[in-house]
Each structure stands twice: as structure tokens, then as C-alpha cells.
């Protein structure tokens, strides 16, 4: 499974951005997907995760209420909206796949595929 994560830059506080993650490699609907974000010196954190069919989602307290996460079945895609953007948001960001038959988990350590990562910079 592959995963190519984009759609980072750099925004001002209180801006929205939107990234994307394209997947390949089969069976994308049947996968638990998720969004970390890591910081050089840090752990790389969990922000959020979606079941396969879209309808269950998770997000971290730090993010929750202003980041969405969303997925595209027909084509492959899952979404990260973040609005309201803080400095503290500030990171790259990875898109990371399950194995096929395990269910949603915050747990960095279960996730099995990742992509390559995204900066996503806030600041004014």
C-alpha cells in the first residue's frame, strides 16, 4: 500500500487548509486511515482517524472541533480540512493506513503503511 500525502504550505493564524492523501495498492475502502503530525524532537502525534466506510471519526483534543477529517472511496483520497489554524498546528503532517480487518485506534504503533508526510506551516 502506498500513500502520497499533499496539500501543506504555509498559512496565516486563523486560515484553513486542506490536505489530501491519494492511496494505491488495493482495497482502500476496507482500510482504517488516519492523520499524525510530527515535529522535529517530538513524538509524532495522532490527530485523527476514519473508519472505512466514513462513517466514524476521531479526532485529538488539540484539534477537535476544527480539523475534518473525510474520505473518498471511488477515488481512493482521504481529507484532513483544518480551519482555524494555530502556530501550534505547526508540523508535518502523515497520512497512515491500517492492515485490512483492524479497526480504528489512536495508536501510532498499529498503524502499518505511511505516507510521505507534509509541511504544514502556521504562521503570520
Known amino acids: 500500500v502506498q500513500l502520497q500525502a499533499s496539500g501543506g504550505g504555509l498559512v496565516q493564524p486563523g486560515c484553513s487548509l486542506r490536505l489530501s492523501c491519494v492511496t494505491s495498492?488495493?482495497?482502500?475502502?476496507?482500510?482504517?486511515l488516519g492523520w499524525f503530525r510530527q515535529n522535529p524532537g517530538k513524538e509524532r502525534e495522532f490527530v485523527g482517524c476514519i473508519s472505512e466506510d466514513g462513517t466514524r471519526t476521531y479526532y485529538a483534543d488539540s484539534v477537535q472541533g476544527r480539523f475534518t477529517i473525510s474520505r473518498d472511496n471511488f477515488k481512493n483520497t482521504l481529507y484532513l480540512q483544518m480551519n482555524t489554524l494555530k502556530p501550534e498546528d505547526t508540523a508535518v503532517y502523515y497520512c497512515?493506513?491500517?492492515?485490512?480487518?483492524?479497526?480504528?485506534?489512536?495508536?501510532?504503533?498499529?498503524?502499518?503503511?505511511w505516507g510521505q508526510g507534509t509541511q504544514v506551516t502556521v504562521s503570520s
Open positions: 495498492g488495493g482495497a482502500f475502502s476496507m482500510r482504517v
Open positions: 497512515a493506513a491500517r492492515r485490512l480487518g483492524k479497526g480504528t485506534t489512536l495508536s501510532r504503533e498499529e498503524y502499518d503503511y
